[in-house]
């Protein structure tokens, strides 16, 4: 038996397929894992026992996480691509906020790519985002439209896609590596919701470098972990204004005399993001008096 050390790139059924850099092994997790209520992830780094005479090795170490994500279920995310449609779907800004404030809460690099720019363009939203200071990309995969850019910004990272379905996470993903490699869905002129086609979570090498994850059509993370008191941290755009209220517990929402409140007033704050927030801050607040 020899070790090597890979990454975990699907989980199904009990079997772990890990990526070594060289191939990709079918294995199984030691039983002490099990002893130990520890499950494998999609995304551990881990170290795999591997006899060439076998067509199976066996996990034998989980390396330290820097991240694990409950849904979708993966460790080690770097970073966070929420895709929105500008058209067909309209966009859904307080998904997108929601969102934003879901990775902002485990530290990931934060990206957004509006999508569908062959379709119609929100400059106005686009601008919020900008203003607030997210990386944005416009793009189109029916044109082939910001696909370099985006190429930039996946590269050595380990990134998730989100955003509601029909967006266009499968046709981008198609686009950056430049073959079919994902279900697209079709989105319904009637519901404008499209099918999720993704099944179950699982990494895929990118050919530049690093890893995206491609995962079951989700919309939203957990987000009823963000304690309401700490919820203002997830908006980057109210930094300077925490700590300026006339009362120290101040949540942004109604007080009188709150900073955050009278820049929104003054327009140095977009009325929609601060819109999503009380949103998420009640939304909160209600899941933790269940």
């Known amino acids: 038996m020899k070790e090597l050390s890979g990454v975990i790139v699907k989980g ?12 990709i092994i079918e294995c199984r997790a030691r039983g002490l894992f099990r002893k130990k209520g520890f499950t494998p992830l999609v995304g551990d780094r881990v170290v795999i026992s591997f006899d060439e005479d076998s ?4 996990v034998s170490e989980i390396l330290p996480r820097t991240c694990e994500l409950v849904r979708p279920a993966v460790a080690n995310v770097t970073q966070m691509v929420v895709v929105v449609a500008q058209s067909s779907p309209a966009p859904n800004l307080y998904v997108l906020d929601k ?22 363009e ?16 416009e793009t189109s995969a029916t044109l082939n439209a ?15 896609f989100a955003g509601n379905s029909g967006v266009g996470k499968s046709s981008l993903l198609n686009a950056v590596m430049g073959r079919e490699m994902f279900e697209t869905g079709v989105v319904s002129e009637r519901l404008e919701r499209g099918k999720h086609t993704t099944r179950h979570s699982e990494l895929v090498s990118l050919p530049f470098g690093g890893y995206i994850v491609d995962t079951p059509g989700f919309s ?33 929402t109604v007080e009188p005399d709150c900073d955050v ?30």
């Open 12 to 23: 199904i059924g009990g079997f772990y397929y890990v990526d070594t850099g060289r191939d």
């Open 55 to 58: 067509v199976q090795g066996y």
């Open 99 to 120: 969102l934003i404030a879901s990775a902002e809460f485990v530290k990931l690099k934060i990206a957004i790519c509006f999508n569908k720019s062959d379709l119609e």
């Open 122 to 137: 929100n400059a106005e939203i686009i601008k919020t985002y900008e203003d607030a200071g997210f990386e944005v990309i």
């Open 146 to 160: 910001g696909i370099e850019k985006l190429k930039e910004v996946l590269k050595n990272e380990t990134t998730v």
């Open 220 to 252: 939203s993370f957990d987000v009823n972990k963000i304690p309401s008191s700490e919820l203002a941290l997830m908006f980057r755009e109210f930094e300077n204004s925490l700590g300026c209220c006339r009362f120290l517990d101040c949540s942004h």
């Open 261 to 290: 409140i009278r820049r929104v007033e003054n327009g140095e704050i977009s009325k929609s993001r601060h819109e999503s927030y009380i949103q998420l801050y009640r939304e909160i607040k209600e899941a933790n008096q269940l």
